[in-house]
């Protein structure tokens, strides 16, 4: 099963690690396309999702193919035909309703002129961008280890700081926390805080939406403050469903299910908001601070999240959640541990910001070299030991 990524054209689908979309069971409404074959996503060329396959396997229906009848060189083509000048093209030959749903039409792609310089050319082009584009992508790849390697490291002081602490410790029999602070109590989260969940209100009545109460939902939720929510809801809603409630705010809430990597996600609430049924809120009521239970939830989350039950979907229930039993030290404790974060998540995020730029700035590089030598503004005769280092 192959797959067109826009960032590496075509792939192996099982070799990527971010690819959700599920293969259907019945094979018949695939193509089968070999080496050498160009791969349109003809509903996202526009973004770059093109490339020629180094590979023989199967596509989705919707792609559009076209088996090779040239003696070009297809390393050549895959770089020419996915560069920025081409992806401009796409972009102007597609057509649709909304800006982001747009596809371009086969007969439209068919006449697409390509210009080439001779095969001898189109070699030593893509001898160059062969190596130039892997020194780029090797650093590229240092650049995500990093990234991991710094986001896992606050992970774990977020989790030694919410469990251990400093001093000695003892055994918890939970499997995914087996340790606390030997002289910190563990209770209950219904012990802690008081619970709340939400609803969403009948979806085909206007009069309940766009309203002045903040209604959040799990995608609002980021492991961070929630100042704003994407949706809100009216006073009529909140007097015709009951369980449309304003949480106060300082409630922790904490998403039951939601797409993707939701499930588990935290935030703080700044401003009185209501909920919908995705999300639980927790409500302190003086023994566990807010800020430090969303740290110990999100050094925790796996461990959380491994629980949750049901078919088809396993979800978070609010009940599950307020059966959960978390670390409790002094509330003296508690703001010294969340200061001590705060600042360590001040510095990692100084840094990621840093890695991400440079990620950023690596992904033009790439780009505009491919572009430039494509399209003829780099010189072969001179390019060869050329390096990025500058």
Known sequence: ??????????????????????????????????????????????????????????????????????????????HLLRSSAYTLEYARLSRGVRPNQIEIDNDLLRALPIRLPSTDEQRRIADFLDTETARIEGIQQATTKQTALLSEHLREEIRIATTAGSGEVRETGIPWM?????GWRLLKISHAFSSGSG????????????GPHPWVNSADLNDGDIST?????TSNALRDFSALKLHPPGSLVVALYGQGATKGKVGILRIPACLNQACCALIPNGCVD?????????????????????????????ELIRQLRIPAPEMSEQYSIVHQLRTTEEEVKRELGLLQKREGLLTERRQTLITAAVTGQIDMSTAGGRGIED
């Open 1 to 78: 099963m192959l797959s067109v990524y826009r960032s590496h054209g075509v792939v192996k689908k099982d070799s990527r690690g971010d690819n959700f979309n599920k293969t259907a069971e019945n094979r018949n409404i695939y193509q089968l396309v070999d080496k050498g074959w160009l791969i349109v996503n003809r509903m996202k060329a526009w973004q770059g999702s093109v490339g020629i396959s180094n590979h023989r396997g199967i596509v989705s229906g919707h792609y559009i193919c076209f088996r090779p009848r040239h003696n070009e060189d297809p390393r050549f083509l895959n």
């Open 290 to 318: 807010s800020e430090f239970a969303a740290y110990w939830f999100r050094a925790h989350k796996d461990g959380i999240v491994a629980l949750a039950y049901g078919a088809g979907q396993p979800n978070l229930s609010q």
């Open 229 to 233: 929510s994407q949706k809100s809801v």
């Open 178 to 182: 087996p340790h606390v602070s030997k």
């Open 199 to 210: 609803t969403t209100p009948t979806s085909d009545r206007l009069e309940y939406f766009d």
